[in-house]
Nanobody, 123 residues
Framework: QVQLVESGGGLVQAGGSLRLSCLVS????????MGWYRQAPGKQRELVAV???????NYEGFVKGRFAMSRDNAKKTVYLQMNSLEPEDTAVYYC?????????????????WGQGTQVTVSS
């Protein structure tokens, strides 16, 4: 059974930082491309960042150099370091996994989701 467990969210002031973690089990993590996504109230879930099996990250434009995604295959964990947070970053953040990199680019095509972790940025 595939399980994704996100953690690390919280309440921070604008300009602050958070580090999110996603622990993965039930799949061969080393061959899974991974993604971080977020969903704000009343909005659709959107892609934030993805990382390939070889550890190469790619980011959506709104990240603007503020976030960094990484992975630790030994710990079966992906991370999202978020700096210079803005109130617009407020959302529930989710991770997902896929054997296909292209599938990660469209959240509606993904099968596996964790429970999410709430990030709230106050102005």
């Amino acid at each position: 059974q595939v399980q994704l467990v996100e953690s690390g969210g919280g309440l921070v002031q604008a300009g602050g930082s958070l580090r999110l973690s996603c622990l993965v089990s039930g799949i061969d993590f080393s061959i899974a491309h991974m993604g971080w996504y977020r969903q704000a109230p009343g909005k659709q879930r959107e892609l934030v960042a993805v990382i390939t099996t070889t550890g190469v990250p790619n980011y959506e434009g709104f990240v603007k150099g503020r976030f960094a995604m990484s992975r630790d295959n030994a710990k079966k964990t992906v991370y999202l370091q978020m700096n210079s947070l803005e109130p617009e970053d407020t959302a529930v953040y989710y991770c997902s996994a896929a054997g296909s990199y292209e599938r990660l680019l469209n959240p509606s095509r993904l099968y596996f989701w964790g429970q999410g972790t709430q990030v709230t940025v106050s102005s």
